[in-house]
């Protein structure tokens, strides 16, 4: 259990540990449906960037998640 940057930041660890570059894992902070805000993690594709969201089931372009995005870590982790 935890909140939703726990959450992230194992979902990073795990991406990383198969493989996946860690400048294409990106912590984010949004707004979410209830006004409140809230951490995800996007993962940067050649198809786009996909939101990873221990809210939903469903792994969704960011375009498609209603969030309002406030800020993203950049490629260095800054």
Avoid at 13 to 18: D, E, T
Avoid at 22 to 33: E, G, K, N, Q, S
Avoid at 43 to 58: M, P, Y
Wanted: aromatic share 6%; charged share 30%.
């Amino acid at each position: 259990s935890g909140d939703c940057e726990d959450y992230q930041l194992l979902k990073r660890r795990a991406l990383a540990a198969l493989g996946v570059p860690r400048r294409a894992l990106r912590m984010t902070v949004v707004i979410d449906d209830e006004g409140l805000g809230h951490a995800v993690l996007i993962v940067r594709t050649t198809g786009g960037d996909l939101v990873l969201d221990n809210k939903r089931d469903a792994v969704l372009p960011w375009t498609e998640t209603g969030y309002a995005f406030v800020k993203r870590e950049d490629e260095h982790g800054l």
